[in-house]
């Protein structure tokens, strides 16, 4: 059973996805790369997702926005505060997505 993430880069720019697998009877450590990840059951996947969504929530306040994404944001931002009335809450939004599926 998956257990541990941790990942790897190589000079290849190939990133490999290291993780702990087995059981009490027969522990190793398997190295998997992101095609390989395709073997694994669901549940394996998503506990390797939701783990590799920790590794960059725990970071994420060290990731900076370019001067470019700055630019977008206060563009945006300027352009709804000149018309709120265009703007659309979150709820709306989420349920137009949905109801496109």
Same mark, same amino acid.
């Given at each position: 059973?998956?257990?541990?993430?941790? !990942?790897?880069?190589?000079?290849?720019?190939?990133?490999?996805?290291?993780?702990?697998? &087995?059981?009490?009877?027969?522990?190793?450590? &398997? $190295?998997? #790369?992101? #095609?390989?990840?395709?073997?694994?059951? !669901?549940?394996?996947?998503? @506990?390797? +997702?939701?783990?590799?969504?920790?590794?960059? #929530?725990?970071?994420? *306040?060290?990731?900076?926005?370019?001067?470019?994404?700055?630019? !977008?944001?206060?563009?945006?931002?300027?352009?709804?505060? @000149? *018309?709120?009335?265009?703007?659309?809450?979150?709820?709306? +939004?989420? $349920?137009?997505? +949905?109801? $496109? @599926?």
């Amino acid at each position: 059973m998956y257990r541990k993430l941790g !990942i790897c880069s190589f000079p290849t720019s190939v990133a490999i996805l290291s993780f702990w697998y &087995g059981n009490k009877e027969n522990p190793n450590i &398997g $190295k998997i #790369t992101a #095609t390989d990840t395709l073997e694994l059951s !669901i549940p394996e996947r998503i @506990q390797l +997702v939701e783990d590799i969504w920790d590794t960059i #929530t725990a970071k994420a *306040s060290s990731i900076e926005l370019t001067s470019e994404e700055k630019e !977008i944001i206060d563009a945006r931002l300027e352009k709804y505060h @000149q *018309s709120p009335e265009f703007g659309s809450p979150w709820e709306d +939004v989420y $349920k137009r997505i +949905v109801s $496109k @599926q």
